[in-house]
């Protein structure tokens, strides 16, 4: 029976490559000499520090560029409230979102379902595995599923026949 998976995933590698092109513009920027502006990246997500808010959101704005150019969905990083730090700085953080929830998972569930076709949606994990038994059917169901706007960024894998 043919089938295939729905995964949100990002790819490490390609923000990790954002982060750091975004280290060496504001290291080499003239609008950030003397500033204590920094951004990095561990486990909780990316890390962005700036001395004011202004100065955080032309930040924020050249990690969303490097994201961009990297490939990488903005609606895979979900970006915190700006905070005071210490002394006079501000921070923020950008946590990571990979694998598709409990509640996300139902709500794609129930759009699948909707769409009227012979299809099987089961969820898996962090992942929908889709089955049917003609393949024009999850052609289909891809193709709707595209046309939807998601909070979070869809892939279709592991297709098979």
Known sequence: MPSFDIVSEVNSQEVDNAVNQTVKEIA?????????????????????????EFKMNAVLDIVKSKLIKRSVDLKSIEFGKMEPGSDGLTKCLAKIIAGIDQEKGKELVKKIKDLNL???????????RVTAKQ????QTVIASLRTQNFPIPLQFTNFRD
């Open 28 to 52: 080499t920027r003239y609008d950030f000499k003397g500033s204590k502006s920094k951004v990095w990246r561990d486990k909780d997500g990316i890390h962005l520090l700036a001395d004011d």
């Open 118 to 128: 012979k299809v099987q949606a089961s969820i898996q994990g962090n992942q929908i």
């Open 135 to 138: 393949r024009d059917d999850l």
